[in-house]
């Protein structure tokens, strides 16, 4: 598996709790969707992840990663302070070269 320079750093920023570094890998229109809702811009995405870090302590670890082109699967497992702890969770990627245009949790 390898993993791009700019998928590591998100996971490190999200681990980190480092959100304005988070919300800097996706465009400046990006969008989030997870956990029923989305997000809009890099400052509604920072304010999300900011949130759910508070929320959950959320820690990633990286189990799979797949790009093709513009699109990619991020296969994590995520152990934080929410139900059901560790969960593997799949992130559906669009990217825009090295920036995240479109991010979708399943999982």
Known sequence: MKITENI?????AQNEADSTA?????TEHATVSDEGS???????IKGWIEEA???YNMHTKVIDFTQTGSKGTLTVEA????PGSPLVMNYHLEMDGTLISSLRITG
């Open 8 to 12: 590591e750093g998100f996971i490190k």
């Open 22 to 26: 988070f919300a800097n890998y996706f």
């Open 38 to 44: 989305s997000y809009s811009g890099r400052e509604e």
């Open 53 to 55: 870090t508070e929320k």
């Open 79 to 82: 152990s934080g302070t929410f």
